[in-house]
């Protein structure tokens, strides 16, 4: 069943929450390694970048249940990370973060919010359904995958009202 927004509660996390949001990730990301991972090479050159980074996570009997984050950009904000422990997906919970994120765009006056995801994950139509246009598409020769031969990396747009 889908959960309505009073379901649960969105905030954003502070330190305390870093063991949880480690989890959370670890539990979304398992079945979509399979699909595709950053070659060691790649891992060994990600550097922190200077733009400001807010994370979000969502709160359901004090349990943190998904968790996203996102960069301000001067134009737009850059979603990252989006994770929903795989027992609440389908339930809408990704949705009411990105409308979160989408209204924290609006009221900082960036018209667009960025995500970019990888094709073969099949997350491209689940997030056509939340908004979001593809406007870019790229070979993702920087992922290495143990099912497919190519991986695609898709950059997807939603534009919100200001
Ligand atoms: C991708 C992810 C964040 C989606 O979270 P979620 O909370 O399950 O998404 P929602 O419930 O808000 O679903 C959004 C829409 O996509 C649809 N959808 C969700 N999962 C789907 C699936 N596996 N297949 C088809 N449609 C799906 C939902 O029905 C919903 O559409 P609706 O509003 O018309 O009902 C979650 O599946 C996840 O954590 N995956 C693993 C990590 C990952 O891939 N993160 C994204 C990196 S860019």
Known sequence: MKHSSSDFLIREST??????????????FAPVRMIYRPTLETLSHQ?????EETRLVAVINEQIVATVQFDLHEEHLHVIGLAVRPEFQRKGIAGHLL???C??????GRHKVVI????????VPLFEKLGFQIVNEVIANWCISEIHDQLHFVTMERTVVV
């Open 99 to 101: 409308n979160r994120i």
């Open 103 to 108: 209204d924290h765009s609006a009221s900082t």
């Open 116 to 123: 970019e995801t990888i094709k073969e994950t099949g997350n």
């Open 15 to 28: 330190s305390a929450d870093e063991k949880e949001v480690a989890e959370v990730f670890a539990s979304a």
């Open 47 to 51: 550097t922190k970048h200077p733009w």
